[in-house]
């Protein structure tokens, strides 16, 4: 007989938590928000449901000029310097990722996109991603991240 693997079991262990707990009550979620945000816009931050916390779509906008900086490799970085400080929010940070959905309009930038985003993390503990090619994404940035990270 197989072993499963630890990932398998961790699946496993993931699914059968979610099957056999309720959804978390409206007045049980926590939308957090950065300090000093003086933005109007219909979404928060993150919210945290639990120990599940979900973070907003993510631009590596320059705060400066309020545009994405021309270089690429600055742009990874100041969209995963965002997602830090949404995270941060609840007292979590980017290894407490599970999962990551990045898009891209250019998939061209795949490989430099990875090159930086691998920095940030553990090595060998990377959350499960996808990397999906897109139509333009808003003020012009190449990247956009949203992700879900879980309390240990």
Same mark, same amino acid.
């Not at 693997?5 to 993931?14: D, G, H």
């Not at 980017?94 to 959905?101: A, C, I, P, R, W």
């Not at 891209?104 to 090595?123: G, H, K, M, Q, V």
């Given at each position: 007989?197989?072993?499963?693997? =630890?990932?398998?079991? =961790?699946?496993? @262990?993931?699914?059968?938590?979610?099957?056999?707990?309720? &959804?978390?009550?409206?007045?049980?979620?926590?939308?957090?928000?950065?300090?000093?945000?003086?933005?109007?816009?219909?979404?928060?931050?993150?919210? @945290?449901?639990?120990?599940?916390?979900?973070?907003?779509?993510? +631009?590596?906008?320059?705060?400066?000029?309020? #545009?994405? &900086?021309?270089?690429?490799?600055?742009?990874?970085? @100041?969209? @995963?310097?965002?997602? #830090?400080? #949404?995270?941060? +929010?609840?007292?979590?940070?980017?290894?407490?990722?599970?999962?990551? %959905?990045?898009?891209? &309009?250019? *998939?061209? *930038?795949?490989?430099?996109?990875?090159?930086?985003?691998?920095?940030?993390?553990?090595?060998?503990?990377?959350?499960?991603?996808?990397?999906?090619?897109?139509?333009?994404?808003?003020?012009?940035?190449?990247?956009? +991240? %949203?992700?879900?990270?879980?309390?240990?």
């Amino acid at each position: 007989m197989r072993t499963p693997s =630890a990932l398998a079991l =961790a699946l496993l @262990l993931v699914a059968s938590a979610c099957a056999s707990s309720r &959804p978390p009550s409206r007045s049980g979620l926590e939308h957090l928000n950065a300090a000093g945000r003086t933005d109007t816009l219909p979404f928060s931050h993150g919210v @945290l449901a639990g120990d599940f916390y979900f973070v907003a779509g993510t +631009l590596g906008i320059d705060p400066a000029t309020g #545009k994405p &900086p021309a270089d690429v490799e600055q742009e990874v970085r @100041l969209m @995963l310097d965002d997602v #830090k400080t #949404k995270l941060a +929010l609840a007292g979590l940070g980017l290894d407490d990722l599970v999962s990551v %959905q990045v898009y891209c &309009p250019d *998939l061209a *930038l795949y490989e430099t996109f990875n090159r930086i985003y691998a920095s940030y993390f553990t090595p060998g503990a990377f959350p499960a991603r996808a990397f999906i090619g897109s139509g333009p994404l808003l003020r012009g940035c190449r990247f956009e +991240l %949203q992700g879900t990270a879980a309390r240990r």
